[in-house]
Every structure is written in structure tokens, then in C-alpha cells.
């Protein structure tokens, strides 16, 4: 009786021995070569440790941008400015304020000067009627409406800034990345590991006609095999007899299609 064997193909020596999976790349090592496998990996870990401490001294010693200083001492000035030109305007409003109250203020004072002096008169010549009190009367109210509307104005908004308005605009140009949206269907195997027609084994290449026929490399399964468009199983191109005669863990396939 045969002993069974669990020996596959290695990627690296191209033979068939006892192999271990490397999850990261998917393929298949011998004992010898993984350990090569891993060393390598490890080395690409090493180099990427010394780039992230190269960098990281770097951006620890790095010193400000003069630019962007210089971006910073041009919104402190404008800062300045537009502060100066907000206390001027309304330094401004005050002043007009202040002088139409006091116009305001003269005016109803030398009214009241008046009617006070045509009182006095009418007392003193004691010769009134009617007509002179409801004039006095009226005046009284006049002036006393002027006093309570001397604070008529008020303050009008502009919509339009009479200061300049500052915006950042970064230099740097992200790119704009599209969202992927899964579009796929399952051209062949899809049914588990293994020998069946509707199965692969550890596919290596793969090469697709101008029919979108696809042809496989199924690399442990020692053939070649050909996967009609929307077929359910594949059909055998090339493979390996029972003598071991023939394909053997092949890693790729072209098809000439003039002549298939």
C-alpha cells in the first residue's frame, strides 16, 4: 500500500514538499523557504521602523514656515486695521448723535424761551380770551411732542462690510477619490477548494479570449482548464496523466486564440 503524501508546491524552489501558507501573500512555502519567506518580511518591517523614526526625529526638530508666519503677521495687521476702522465709524456715529441732540435740544429750549416769555405778557396785561389759550395751549403740546421725539433717529445696518474680509485658502490639492461600488459576479470555481470541475486548486494565472472565455493555471491541480462564459463548471485543456506525465503546477497560460 502507497503512503499518502500532503506535499504540495512551494512558489519559491518550484517543488513539491511538505508546505506552509502564508497568509499575507496566499501562497504556499516549503520549511526552508518560509523562513526566507519571513526574514524578508521582517527586514521590510526593520526599513519601515527606520523611515518612521527618520521622519518622526524630523518632524520634531522641523521649525516653523517662515510663510507661515508671515500668514500670521498679515491677519494680525489686518486685525489692527479693521478695528481701527470699526472704532472710526463708530467714533463717527456718536459725534452725529451727540450734535443732532444738541440741536435738537437748542431748538425746543428757545421755543420754550418764547412761549414762557408770551405767558408772562398775557399774566401781566391780563387782556386773554379763548383764542390766546388754546394757541398757548397747542404750543405747549408742540413743544412737549418736539422733546419726546428728539430721540427719532436710529441705527441702520449695512449689508454690505465696509471692512475687508479675510478667508485661508490651503495650497494643497486633495485628491478626490470615487466611492467603489461592488459590480461582480463569480466567472469560475467559487465552490470550495479541490478536483471537481467546479473547482480549483491554488490558481495561479488566469488569461480571458475575446469570447470572455477564461482559462486557468490551477496550479495544484496540475492542468489547465477552460471556463466558458457563464458556465457552471470548467473543461479540461491540458493536465497531467496517471504516469505524471504532462502539466505540472503550472503558473501561467496564454492561448493563441487564431488557432483555438
Same mark, same amino acid.
Given at each position: 500500500m502507497a503512503m499518502t503524501t500532503n506535499? !504540495?508546491?512551494c512558489f519559491i524552489c518550484n517543488k513539491d514538499k511538505i508546505t506552509y501558507p502564508c497568509e499575507g501573500c496566499s501562497q504556499r512555502f516549503c520549511l526552508m523557504d518560509l !523562513?526566507? %519567506? #519571513? +526574514?524578508? /518580511? =521582517? =527586514?521590510? /518591517?526593520? %526599513?519601515?521602523? =527606520?523611515?518612521?523614526? +527618520?521622519?518622526?526625529?524630523r518632524f520634531t526638530e522641523q521649525k516653523p514656515n517662515? #510663510?507661515?508666519?508671515? /500668514?500670521?503677521?498679515q491677519i494680525n495687521q489686518w486685525e489692527i486695521d479693521s478695528i481701527d476702522k470699526i472704532k472710526q465709524r463708530a467714533k463717527n456715529c456718536r459725534e452725529i448723535i451727540t450734535a443732532s441732540l444738541q440741536t435738537c435740544m437748542n431748538d425746543i429750549k428757545m421755543k420754550f424761551n418764547e412761549l414762557n416769555k408770551q405767558l408772562k405778557q398775557i399774566k401781566n396785561e391780563n387782556e386773554f380770551n379763548e383764542i390766546n389759550l388754546n394757541y398757548l395751549r397747542n404750543e405747549l403740546i408742540k413743544i412737549r411732542e418736539e422733546l419726546n421725539n428728539s430721540s427719532i433717529m436710529s441705527i441702520e445696518q449695512d449689508s454690505q462690510s465696509f471692512i475687508n474680509e479675510i478667508s485661508i485658502i490651503s495650497l494643497e490639492k486633495k485628491p478626490k477619490f470615487k466611492k467603489w461600488k461592488q459590480n461582480a459576479v463569480t466567472m469560475a470555481g467559487g465552490k470550495g477548494q479541490g478536483q471537481k470541475l467546479n473547482q480549483l486548486h491554488s490558481p #495561479?494565472?488566469?488569461?480571458?479570449?475575446?469570447?470572455k472565455n477564461v482559462f486557468i493555471a490551477d496550479n495544484d491541480n496540475n492542468r489547465i482548464v477552460e471556463w466558458k462564459c457563464n458556465a457552471e463548471e470548467g473543461q479540461i485543456i491540458a493536465d497531467r496523466n496517471e504516469q505524471g506525465n504532462g502539466m505540472k503546477h503550472p503558473t501561467d497560460v496564454i492561448v493563441n486564440q487564431q488557432t483555438h
Open positions: 506535499k !504540495t508546491h !523562513t526566507k %519567506h #519571513r +526574514q524578508i /518580511l =521582517n =527586514n521590510e /518591517l526593520n %526599513h519601515i521602523i =527606520n523611515d518612521y523614526k +527618520q521622519f518622526k526625529h517662515p #510663510r507661515d508666519l508671515s /500668514l500670521i503677521d #495561479r494565472a488566469i488569461f480571458i479570449d475575446k469570447k
